[in-house]
T-cell receptor
Framework: DVKVTQSSRYLVKRTGEKVFLECVQD?????MFWYRQDPGLGLRLIYF???????EKGDIPEGYSVSREKKERFSLILESASTNQTSMYLC?????????????FGAGSRLTVL | GDSVTQMEGPVTLSEEAFLTINCTYT??????LFWYVQYPGEGLQLLLK???ADDKGSNKGFEATYRKETTSFHLEKGSVQVSDSAVYFC????????????WGAGTKLIIKP
């Protein structure tokens, strides 16, 4: 069964802390994505990557960075967490080519910044 | 720019009722359209899709028809079950976008026994 695994389901951090959210997929997918999900706003794309060491900004990249050193792993980094980054973070992956829009999602990481 | 508008929720129905969740879109070119579902405590998963006008996507008793004339992709099911309780997201991929999906806000569906 294909899987996208997010390392932490729930995190509580303090303002100013550096936060790492890890995501691993076992499907050999080319594309990986980080979204945040907020009530009434749907999913907003933070960053995506279509290849190892490649990254592209999404709609709301400010305050975030990403790292993709290996094909299966895509990390989201909050350099200095702020309370407005309290949210549900969703990682997803998809194959290249015609299947690129069929995303497989992880279960999410709910981050609370105090 | 491209956008997706879904009916606001929550939508509350009794078991075996008929379901419609409205989705309309604005896009240039010829978008592909998707419905994803998020069950409680889980990640989103693809429910169905349609890639051209008049296509009908279907899965698990759900259906949606790509209507270019009304720019709509409404989700329907003839008889809902308690297990259908979830959040439903409509999304599109614009004709000139390789990677980005444009998402609706999501509609929470609650089915009561």
């Amino acid at each position: 069964d294909v899987k996208v695994t997010q390392s932490s389901r729930y995190l509580v951090k303090r303002t100013g802390e550096k936060v790492f959210l890890e995501c691993v997929q076992d499907m050999d997918h080319e594309n990986m994505f980080w979204y945040r999900q907020d009530p009434g706003l749907g999913l907003r794309l933070i960053y995506f990557s279509y290849d190892v060491k490649m990254k592209e900004k999404g709609d709301i990249p400010e305050g975030y960075s990403v790292s993709r050193e290996k094909k299966e792993r895509f990390s989201l980094i909050l350099e200095s967490a702020s309370t407005n980054q309290t949210s549900m973070y969703l990682c997803a992956s998809s194959p290249g080519g015609a299947g690129a829009n069929v995303l497989t999602f992880g279960a999410g990481s709910r981050l609370t910044v105090l | 720019g491209d956008s997706v508008t879904q009916m606001e929720g929550p939508v509350t129905l009794s078991e075996e009722a008929f379901l419609t969740i409205n989705c309309t879109y604005t896009a240039t070119g010829y978008p592909s359209l998707f419905w994803y579902v998020q069950y409680p405590g889980e990640g989103l998963q693809l429910l169905l899709k349609a890639t051209k006008a008049d296509d009908k996507g279907s899965n698990k008793g759900f259906e949606a028809t790509y209507r270019k004339e009304t720019t709509s992709f409404h989700l329907e099911k003839g008889s809902v079950q308690v297990s259908d309780s979830a959040v439903y997201f409509c999304a599109l991929r614009g004709g000139d976008s390789n990677y980005q999906l444009i998402w609706g806000a999501g509609t929470k569906l609650i089915i009561k026994p």
